[in-house]
């Protein structure tokens, strides 16, 4: 009797010790298998991301393509290698007072019209307008010296025609703009010039020879001319003047419109 109760608590031990030893097994596998389907699911995803930055890449090169098919070659491959290391392209404008980032002006609304076709934050603009200085004074000075020292991307330049116009020769105002575009050089030689007249206004005779000089010097110099006065109305029209303020000479609310309009496209590709 004795002997048979000591075999069945041997038994009952080895019973005990075997599921104690099987449990555990079972519990390490079900761990391991876990572990192992965790693995693959942050694998999977992984992979999932990164075909999706991928596409997402290729995506925004096919569309940078289109946006870019006005720029220059040089120009274009600069943008495309910063936006894909994710650095801010830089815009700048400098002209007389209507060059502006200021809410309403052609800067602003230029700003707002990158914004939409690239994503924003992807184009900075800035700009700086000098309102009422001469452009022999303002290149004398070097007045434009912090915004080249920016060594922007893009330089927009309005090379002061309409504060010079009865006041200073045509070719004085393209003698300043030849000391303008040596400065450029000089101080941000990377930077892609380009030229665009100021706002036309009601019935203009000899600011039209002014700009007309102007558009043959930059074609000239093998410069970007980007002449936004085909989008504007007939200057000697009635409708100008409600384009341009016909006291300051500025471009009013539908002015501001049309210009940005005509370079948002030319930045755009459209």
Same mark, same amino acid.
């Given at each position: 009797?004795?002997?048979?109760?000591?075999?069945?608590?041997?038994?009952?031990?080895?019973?005990?010790?075997?599921?104690?030893?099987?449990?555990?097994?079972?519990?390490?596998?079900?761990?391991?298998?876990?572990?192992?389907?965790?693995?693959?699911?942050?694998?999977?995803?992984?992979?999932?991301?990164?075909?999706?930055?991928?596409?997402?890449?290729?995506?925004?090169?096919?569309?940078?393509?289109?946006?870019?098919?006005?720029?220059?070659?040089?120009?274009?491959?600069?943008?495309?290698?910063?936006?894909?290391?994710?650095?801010?392209?830089?815009?700048?404008?400098?002209?007389?007072?209507?060059?502006?980032?200021?809410?309403?002006?052609?800067?602003?609304?230029?700003?707002?019209?990158?914004?939409?076709?690239?994503?924003?934050?992807?184009?900075?603009?800035?700009?700086?307008?000098?309102?009422?200085?001469?452009?022999?004074?303002?290149?004398?000075?070097?007045?434009?010296?912090?915004?080249?020292?920016? @060594? !922007?991307?893009?330089? %927009?330049?309005?090379?002061?025609? *309409?504060?010079?116009?009865? $006041?200073? +020769?045509?070719?004085?105002? /393209?003698?300043?703009?030849?000391?303008?575009?040596?400065?450029?050089?000089?101080?941000?030689?990377?930077?892609?010039?380009?030229?665009?007249?100021?706002?036309?206004?009601? @019935? !203009?005779?000899?600011? %039209?020879?002014?700009?007309?000089? *102007?558009?043959?010097?930059? $074609?000239? +110099?093998?410069?970007?001319? /980007?002449?936004?006065?085909?989008?504007?109305?007939?200057?000697?029209?009635?409708?100008?003047?409600?384009?341009?303020?016909?006291?300051?000479?500025?471009?009013?609310?539908?002015?501001?419109?049309?210009?940005?309009?005509?370079?948002?496209?030319?930045?755009?590709?459209?």
């Amino acid at each position: 009797m004795k002997k048979k109760k000591k075999f069945l608590y041997v038994m009952i031990c080895i019973i005990c010790l075997g599921s104690l030893g099987f449990g555990n097994f079972y519990y390490n596998m079900k761990l391991e298998n876990t572990a192992n389907a965790a693995k693959k699911a942050i694998h999977d995803e992984s992979i999932v991301k990164e075909t999706a930055e991928e596409t997402a890449i290729k995506s925004t090169e096919v569309n940078s393509e289109e946006l870019m098919k006005n720029f220059p070659e040089d120009l274009a491959a600069k943008v495309n290698e910063k936006m894909k290391a994710g650095e801010i392209v830089k815009f700048a404008a400098l002209g007389s007072e209507s060059t502006s980032t200021e809410d309403g002006s052609w800067g602003k609304l230029l700003q707002n019209g990158l914004d939409k076709a690239y994503g924003k934050g992807a184009i900075e603009v800035t700009a700086e307008g000098i309102k009422d200085e001469l452009s022999i004074n303002i290149t004398k000075d070097k007045e434009y010296r912090s915004l080249l020292e920016e @060594k !922007p991307d893009v330089l %927009l330049i309005e090379p002061f025609l *309409l504060n010079d116009n009865g $006041k200073v +020769k045509v070719d004085d105002t /393209l003698g300043s703009l030849n000391v303008l575009l040596a400065d450029v050089k000089r101080i941000s030689k990377s930077t892609t010039v380009m030229i665009q007249p100021p706002n036309p206004i009601y @019935k !203009p005779v000899f600011y %039209l020879d002014q700009v007309n000089r *102007l558009e043959m010097f930059t $074609k000239e +110099k093998g410069l970007i001319y /980007l002449n936004h006065w085909g989008s504007w109305p007939d200057p000697d029209s009635e409708e100008m003047k409600t384009y341009v303020d016909m006291n300051t000479y500025q471009p009013t609310e539908k002015g501001d419109k049309v210009w940005a309009k005509y370079l948002i496209n030319y930045f755009t590709g459209k």
